[in-house]
């Protein structure tokens, strides 16, 4: 069983907003730290936002005020809301799982290397 799976990607226009979605198979979801990360062609990941287990969360520059991450517990689901996309934002979206939960920083979560699982990524594609 894959243990995340992102949906929620697609085509929207410039302005738009669409909010990614993250299933996890985890069983103890809610002790793991979640982030998602994007990736334009050719480039490396980069942090988007993430969530603690305790829900703070901390959100790359680009990302601030702009998007909102949250995560839903019972439904072993971590959301990615993305409001006033542009055409910059076009890349695939990653969510990630890292065991670190509570002691995750807003700093350490930026970090590839301390999430354990990564979904097959969803593809977000910003258009005039």
């Known amino acids: 069983q894959v243990p995340l799976v992102e949906s929620g990607g697609g085509l929207v226009q410039a302005g738009d907003s669409l909010r990614l979605s993250c299933a996890a198979s985890l069983r103890t979801f809610s002790m793991y730290t979640l982030s998602w990360f994007r990736q334009f062609p050719g480039k490396e990941r980069e942090f988007v936002a993430g969530?603690?287990?305790?829900?703070?969360?901390s959100y790359s520059a680009a990302a601030q005020g702009r998007f909102t991450i949250s995560r839903d517990n019972d439904q072993k689901t971590t959301y990615l809301q993305m409001n006033s996309l542009k055409l910059e934002q076009t890349a695939v979206y990653y969510c990630a799982a890292s065991l670190q939960g509570r002691s995750a920083t807003a700093q350490s979560m930026r970090q590839w290397k301390i999430y354990t699982y990564w979904g097959q990524g969803t593809q977000v594609t910003v258009s005039t």
């Open positions: 969530i603690t287990s305790s829900k703070s969360t």
